[in-house]
């Protein structure tokens, strides 16, 4: 029978035999996994990082693109968006350089691209070569990188000979293999662990699935089995611990010339740096890294991430049975507040000595929190003291643990009061979570802090030594102290209404400015309680919640 063209069916049969392959192989790649990371997810990751190009070449509104050259585009594109990992990374390039080669084939022909033959296979393939190298920073021997540039010099001497595609393939599988039971005598790790690379092992899937598509059959292939060289042998032979999590995300509007800039930075925080992708689509940036939140804030220098992916390394592992059912982790800062917090039931979360007033909690310290608490349920109150990004990268990292994590939005103590108040963990997560968010959301919230410098504000000039009164990003009252300014800013709250005030008193605050605020509600608040915690917060001298 006659060998099949790669044309544009040819070639979205090809990416679904290979999402195929790797849903067989998975977890055989997986158990290869000890480089750069011994974390169990290269075959895991390039499934999934195939499955989106295939999603993507096979979205309604591609379907009936028969030219061979915008299936490669979308495969491309769809690999790029959904990289999972170095590996995926790694093959999202091989995607791409497929679909530059035949993107300037059908240029240079100045017409429709038929099919893809072997000299355009073996170009793309050196190409994949390239992409990959520039991408990670560095060519390493013994890993992926080995395998396909074995791979493509097998294509390009077969191609020279006059070889259709589908023998040249053949010819691409046979030196993937050879290069591929060498992997263990260039990379010291490999040797130790008695494996072959399991990215290697990955793109020969991909080369027998395209075989399989060409000619009907794929080729026989033995499993690769881990065999150690010692019983005590470790994947990681560095000199530290290796690093915490895995950070990834797309990253929109960065020019060409800053992505080097960008790398070292990266670079400066952790290590198996990738950046991969072009301009038009975004690039898609990988990092191994123990400060999750920092990786994805250095982004924000150099455009815009989006599409962002932390997953604790090595968290396969280290799942465990949780022994609890649904706890809620506040954090909060000073003494009184975490007597307060947890008196109501809630795990807390305080800074570490030496961190800045008011406090900034790292992605770090909110994974190791929500950990510690043992529950498979978590309900955050950030309480203002953690930053979006780190929010975003404690919990994502979370779910790399098996932990259902839900971040209530409570922008101050008072507004996680108010949602502690009401929450039930006997109820469904999302009806408990959407009870606490709307009971937060119900809570309007304000401060007084003390000035420290003359400035001219929305409500008029101050002085240092100056009351502060501050809703949301404006000051609305300046008054000579702290009592008389809480009393002019509680007017302000109760004129919209308000059964009951919740005021904390901060570090170094006077118990009677809390007494003389009851006696004001009670003489010009009818209707309305106040009542008062000594917090010992720092930073703002009282925080306010009117419900």
């Not at 929010?391 to 103590?413: H, K, N």
Request: aromatic share 2%; charged share 20%.
């Amino acid at each position: 029978m006659a060998a099949r063209r790669l044309d544009a069916p040819a070639l979205r049969d090809w990416a679904h035999t290979a999402v195929g392959g790797l849903v067989i192989h998975a977890e055989e790649i997986n158990r290869l996994n000890v480089f750069p990371v011994a974390d169990a997810d290269t075959g895991t990751n390039m499934l999934f990082t195939m499955r989106s190009a295939l999603q993507e070449a096979n979205h309604p509104a591609h379907r009936a693109d028969d030219d061979v050259e915008q299936v490669a585009a979308e495969l491309a594109r769809g690999a790029l968006h959904g990289a999972r990992g170095n590996s995926g990374v790694i093959l999202s390039q091989i995607l791409r350089a497929l679909a530059d080669v035949t993107a300037s084939a059908a240029a240079d022909t100045e017409g429709r691209l038929a099919d893809i033959g072997a000299v355009l296979f073996g170009a793309a393939l050196r190409h994949a070569v390239g992409l990959v190298v520039t991408t990670m920073g560095e060519t390493v021997q013994g890993t992926i990188v080995s395998v396909l540039q074995a791979a493509a010099g097998a294509v390009e001497r077969s191609a020279a000979g006059g070889d259709d595609l589908a023998t040249a393939v053949l010819a691409a599988a046979h030196a993937a293999v050879t290069a591929l039971d060498k992997t263990p005598e260039q990379l010291g790790v490999l040797a130790d662990a008695g494996v072959v690379d399991a990215g290697g092992r990955g793109l020969l899937v991909l080369l027998d699935a395209l075989a399989a598509t060409l000619t009907g059959h794929a080729p026989g292939r033995p499993e690769y089995v881990p065999h150690p060289a010692g019983a005590d042998h470790k994947a990681n032979t560095g000199d530290g611990p290796p690093p915490q999590f895995e950070v990834m995300y797309i990253l929109s509007g960065c020019e060409a010339e800053r992505l080097e800039a960008l790398r070292q930075r990266l670079e400066a925080l952790g290590e198996s740096v990738a950046i991969a992708g072009d301009c038009a689509d975004g690039h898609s940036v990988h990092v191994h890294a123990n400060d999750a939140g920092a990786a994805v804030e250095v982004a924000l220098s150099y455009g815009t991430p989006s599409r962002i992916q932390i997953t604790a390394l090595g968290a396969g592992a280290a799942r465990r049975r949780w022994t609890r059912g649904r706890a809620v982790l506040a954090v909060v800062d000073g003494d009184g507040a975490e007597q307060l917090f947890s008196a109501e039931g809630a795990h807390v979360l305080r800074p570490g000595p030496g961190s800045p007033a008011p406090p900034e909690i790292s992605a770090k310290e909110l994974l190791q929190a929500v950990i510690d608490t043992g529950a498979g349920q978590i309900m955050v109150l950030p309480n203002g003291y953690v930053a979006v990004e780190e929010l975003v990268a404690g919990c994502t990292a979370a779910s790399g643990w098996g932990i259902d994590v839900v971040p209530v939005p409570t922008g101050s103590m008072v507004q996680g009061l108010a949602a502690l108040a009401v929450h039930e963990p006997d109820r469904p997560a999302v009806d408990d979570g959407y009870t606490m968010a709307r009971a937060a959301g119900g809570t309007r919230h304000a401060s007084v802090r003390v000035a420290t410098e003359q400035a001219l504000t929305f409500a008029g000039p101050c002085e240092p030594g100056d009351g502060l009164g501050v809703a949301g990003d404006e000051v609305l009252v300046v008054r000579r102290d702290v009592g008389a300014t809480a009393r002019r800013l509680l007017d302000l709250l109760l004129a919209a209404g308000g059964e009951l005030v919740t005021v904390l008193l901060g570090e170094g605050v006077d118990q009677h400015v809390g007494a003389n605020l009851e006696a004001h509600v009670r003489r010009h608040h009818l209707g309305a309680e106040l009542v008062t915690y000594r917090t010992g917060h720092r930073g703002d001298a009282l925080l306010i919640g009117v419900e």
